[in-house]
């Protein structure tokens, strides 16, 4: 059973960024403002509307589906999608079924056994996104919910894939690029709350397909997908079937519930959208220019920077970290390259996720002054760490910001590479109180060198350099003898 094959499939649903909806002219932008206050009979499906096509959304949706290598078909039409459902207005959705806007296509990733994984794309179609259900405890053992239509009528792209990926960290590898090329696009902010939502189809090779519905994060679909897979495994291990149904995930408990048998296609009982015409837009592909998109900006990095491939991969991943990275190397592009690529993609990210903030914290003037700091010497690596982390709890307590050059000044953190009397007389304690650690290292075991570099660094407040030290404490052991 260990060995059985996984066959995952994604339906990603995503909030194209424009300014109105998709068929009425009310703003999209809901998020700061009451339930129900930005609706018109149109989004709110009241006899006698008719809805107007959003041109802009469809050119967004037709910049995705080039970025993506997918072929614009030749005359795409609405369809009427039928089921009842409290956010669902109208009791329908307008969306799109047997001529979608887009077919095919696919986007290439890291497979988990090496190499490149592609990923196929079955269709890219556009629709209209529901309403919003609030429910009032949890929407297990709640009460009672509450609906909110702002969100009725945003537009919606749904890229659906073939099953062919083999693990949730291929999955989730898939989402993250996919959200970087939208990203790159100008269609997509995936800082707006509910702005991309997931359907995961998932199997064991041989087995019903499981369907696991409104995902809302990125790191949420491989959890999901991780839980599912192990409770259908536990299943073929009993002697027992796995139902084709679809499931729910609680983020909260970290499981997927049995919602509902899986609907077939029939139970919509679709068909054409008489209120509006089929569209023949295939004609706007030739005018519909491309930015540098992710795997382009990476390997420029690399040829323009000198970055290592990691750091390169990591620095493109988001549209905001690759912009800031450039932003923070333009004064300098030769000396700054590569101190900059190192402290944003393993220091600042980490920092910014452990304390729940956005890169729009982050003054790069300043940034590039702190880089500066630590490329001319002037501080040790172990000080710039300390430096950025008063700089960003400045800025989460709204306080006024100070230099890193003052914030240095003031927590005297300055390297003292220069004083080696006093580098020496901190050696020698650190000497005189580890004999056990000086004896391990006089036996062959180098790793209590680090320990030894480790203290002498405590002792002097991280602001001397670690190599230097190094070399002192080697010397010093070697002119003592055994």
């Given at each position: 059973?260990?060995?059985?094959?996984?066959?995952?499939?994604?339906?990603?649903?995503?909030?194209?960024?424009?300014?109105?909806?998709?068929?009425?002219?009310?703003?999209?932008?809901?998020?700061?403002?009451?339930?129900?206050?930005?609706?018109?009979?149109?989004?709110?499906?009241?006899?006698?509307?008719?809805?107007?096509?959003?041109?802009?959304?469809?050119?967004?949706?037709?910049?995705?589906?080039?970025?993506?290598?997918?072929?614009?078909?030749?005359?795409?039409?609405?369809s009427?999608?039928?089921?009842?459902?409290?956010?669902?207005?109208?009791?329908?959705?307008?969306?799109?079924?047997?001529?979608?806007?887009?077919?095919?296509?696919?986007?290439?990733?890291?497979?988990?056994?090496?190499?490149?994984?592609?990923?196929?794309?079955?269709?890219?179609?556009?629709?209209?996104?529901?309403?919003?259900?609030?429910?009032?405890?949890?929407?297990?053992r709640?009460?009672?919910?509450?609906?909110?239509?702002?969100?009725?009528?945003?537009?919606?792209?749904?890229?659906?894939?073939?099953?062919?990926?083999?693990?949730?960290?291929?999955?989730r590898?898939?989402?993250?690029?996919?959200?970087?090329?939208?990203e790159?696009?100008?269609?997509?902010?995936?800082?707006?709350?509910?702005?991309?939502?997931?359907?995961?189809?998932?199997?064991?090779?041989?087995?019903?397909?499981?369907?696991?519905?409104?995902?809302?994060?990125?790191?949420?679909?491989?959890?999901?997908?991780?839980f599912?897979?192990?409770r259908?495994?536990?299943?073929?291990?009993?002697?027992?079937?796995?139902?084709?149904?679809?499931?729910?995930?609680?983020?909260?408990?970290?499981?997927?519930?049995?919602?509902r048998?899986?609907?077939?296609e029939?139970?919509?009982r679709?068909?054409?959208?008489?209120?509006?015409?089929?569209?023949?837009v295939?004609?706007?592909?030739?005018?519909?220019t491309?930015?540098?998109?992710?795997?382009?900006?990476?390997?420029?990095?690399?040829?323009?920077?000198?970055?290592?491939?990691?750091?390169?991969?990591?620095?493109?991943?988001?549209?905001?970290?690759?912009?800031?990275?450039?932003?923070?190397?333009?004064?300098?592009?030769?000396?700054?390259?590569?101190?900059?690529?190192?402290?944003?993609?393993?220091?600042?990210?980490?920092?910014?996720?452990?304390?729940?903030?956005?890169?729009?914290?982050?003054?790069?003037?300043?940034?590039?002054?702190?880089?500066?700091?630590i490329?001319?010497?002037?501080?040790?690596?172990?000080?710039?760490?300390?430096?950025?982390?008063?700089?960003?709890?400045?800025?989460?307590?709204?306080?006024?910001?100070?230099?890193?050059?003052?914030?240095?000044?003031?927590?005297n953190?300055?390297?003292?590479?220069?004083?080696?009397?006093?580098?020496?007389?901190?050696?020698?304690?650190?000497?005189?109180?580890?004999?056990?650690?000086?004896?391990?290292?006089?036996?062959?075991?180098n790793?209590?060198?680090?320990?030894?570099?480790?203290?002498?660094?405590?002792?002097?407040?991280?602001?001397?350099?670690?190599?230097?030290?190094?070399?002192?404490?080697?010397?010093?052991?070697?002119?003592?003898?055994?």
């Amino acid at each position: 059973m260990t060995g059985t094959p996984v066959i995952v499939g994604l339906e990603v649903h995503c909030q194209l960024d424009t300014q109105s909806k998709l068929f009425c002219g009310c703003s999209t932008d809901y998020r700061n403002d009451g339930p129900n206050t930005h609706v018109c009979p149109v989004c709110l499906g009241l006899p006698g509307s008719m809805p107007v096509l959003n041109k802009k959304a469809i050119w967004y949706a037709m910049r995705v589906a080039k970025a993506l290598s997918c072929d614009v078909i030749h005359e795409s039409e609405f369809s009427r999608k039928n089921y009842f459902y409290p956010d669902l207005d109208k009791a329908y959705q307008i969306t799109q079924y047997d001529k979608p806007l887009a077919q095919g296509g696919y986007l290439e990733i890291d497979g988990d056994e090496g190499g490149i994984r592609r990923v196929r794309l079955t269709r890219i179609h556009v629709e209209e996104d529901p309403g919003r259900l609030v429910h009032m405890g949890n929407a297990e053992r709640g009460k009672y919910s509450l609906v909110d239509y702002n969100r009725a009528g945003i537009p919606l792209i749904e890229i659906v894939s073939e099953p062919d990926m083999r693990s949730p960290k291929e999955a989730r590898k898939f989402l993250n690029k996919l959200r970087a090329t939208l990203e790159y696009l100008g269609v997509f902010d995936s800082e707006k709350e509910g702005s991309l939502r997931v359907d995961a189809n998932i199997s064991i090779a041989g087995s019903e397909r499981v369907e696991v519905k409104n995902i809302t994060s990125y790191k949420g679909v491989e959890k999901a997908l991780t839980f599912e897979i192990t409770r259908q495994k536990n299943l073929l291990r009993r002697g027992l079937k796995v139902e084709r149904e679809t499931r729910h995930f609680l983020e909260a408990r970290g499981i997927t519930q049995s919602a509902r048998s899986k609907e077939q296609e029939h139970d919509y009982r679709y068909f054409p959208e008489p209120d509006l015409r089929p569209l023949h837009v295939q004609p706007w592909v030739a005018g519909i220019t491309l930015p540098e998109l992710p795997d382009a900006r990476r390997e420029r990095f690399m040829a323009q920077y000198g970055c290592s491939m990691n750091h390169a991969r990591t620095l493109t991943g988001e549209l905001r970290i690759a912009n800031f990275y450039e932003t923070v190397v333009a004064p300098d592009p030769k000396g700054l390259s590569a101190p900059a690529a190192t402290w944003i993609a393993d220091t600042l990210i980490g920092e910014l996720n452990y304390r729940g903030i956005s890169l729009d914290a982050v003054d790069a003037e300043r940034f590039t002054a702190l880089v500066r700091l630590i490329k001319d010497g002037t501080i040790t690596d172990k000080s710039g760490v300390e430096v950025l982390r008063v700089m960003l709890d400045q800025r989460m307590k709204n306080e006024q910001d100070e230099t890193p050059s003052r914030i240095v000044a003031r927590l005297n953190l300055a390297r003292t590479a220069g004083d080696a009397h006093a580098l020496a007389a901190v050696i020698t304690e650190v000497i005189a109180q580890n004999s056990k650690a000086v004896e391990d290292y006089r036996n062959g075991k180098n790793g209590a060198l680090n320990f030894l570099v480790g203290q002498a660094m405590k002792k002097t407040r991280g602001r001397s350099d670690p190599g230097e030290l190094n070399r002192m404490i080697t010397g010093m052991l070697s002119t003592r003898g055994a």
